[in-house]
């Protein structure tokens, strides 16, 4: 069961980029297609917030319910910020 959902997990990190909402900030995020979601990872976002990119480090990674949480440091605030895909 634990190799069933580790597979799970990583086939939509390789192959498909991935559209969140951050629901501290109220904003849509999208993580790029081609980025390994892990934890201590460096990954680039587009922040369609403010419309930028940023480089983000992924501090966890929980899947529950059909959604997944990722959490990651915002290098602007220095905050530690969850983002839901579903």
């Given at each position: 069961?634990?190799k ?10 390789l192959?498909?980029?991935w559209?969140?909402f951050d629901?501290?900030?109220a904003k849509?995020?999208d ?9 201590g ?6 922040d369609w ?9 992924v ?6 319910g059909?959604?997944?949480e ?12 969850p983002?839901?895909?579903e």
């Amino acid at each position: 069961m634990k190799k069933l959902m580790l597979i799970l997990t990583i086939i939509p990190t390789l192959t498909f980029a991935w559209d969140g909402f951050d629901y501290n900030n109220a904003k849509f995020v999208d993580i790029e297609k081609g980025s390994v979601v892990r934890e201590g990872n460096d990954i680039e976002i587009f922040d369609w917030g403010d419309g930028t990119y940023k480089d983000v480090e992924v501090q966890s990674v929980d899947s529950y319910g059909g959604t997944t949480e990722v959490e990651y440091i915002d290098p602007d605030s220095g905050e530690t910020e969850p983002i839901d895909w579903e």
